[in-house]
């Protein structure tokens, strides 16, 4: 059984930094597609970045472009998401979601078409 365990959320102040890691087990997602999408209170979940296995590379939200980058490390089925200079509208649950299809550009932003999700991890950034 597929679990995604993630963690390093927590609270910041404006202009700092944090890092989420997200660690699959029970399967492996070497060809698939893996990432980042966060939830605000009160509002739609919505993507933030996502690491395409097999030459498809990073993607990023408009948001968070610039700012966030995401890595990946094959042998141990991990995705890193590496937050620089945050804002206070980057406070949300971040969760950890996986496919081991790897996704075509015009779907990677789609929630729908991922089979995996963590249980999220809460980021805070203060003003």
């Known amino acids: 059984q597929v679990h995604l365990g993630e963690s390093g959320g927590g609270w910041v102040q404006a202009g700092g930094s944090l890092r989420l890691s997200c660690a699959a ?66 406070t949300a649950v971040y969760y950890c979601a996986a496919t081991t299809s790897r996704l075509i550009l015009s779907r990677v932003r789609d929630g729908e078409a991922y089979d995996y999700w963590g249980q999220g991890t809460q980021l805070t950034v203060s003003s």
């Open 25 to 90: 087990s029970g399967g492996t997602f070497s060809s698939g597609t893996m990432g980042w999408f966060r939830q605000a209170a009160g509002k739609e979940r919505e993507f933030v970045a996502v690491f395409r296995w097999s030459g498809g590379g990073a993607v990023y939200a408009d948001a968070v472009k610039g700012r966030f980058t995401i890595s990946r490390d094959s042998a141990k089925n991990t995705v890193t998401l590496q937050m620089n200079s945050l804002k206070p509208e980057d």
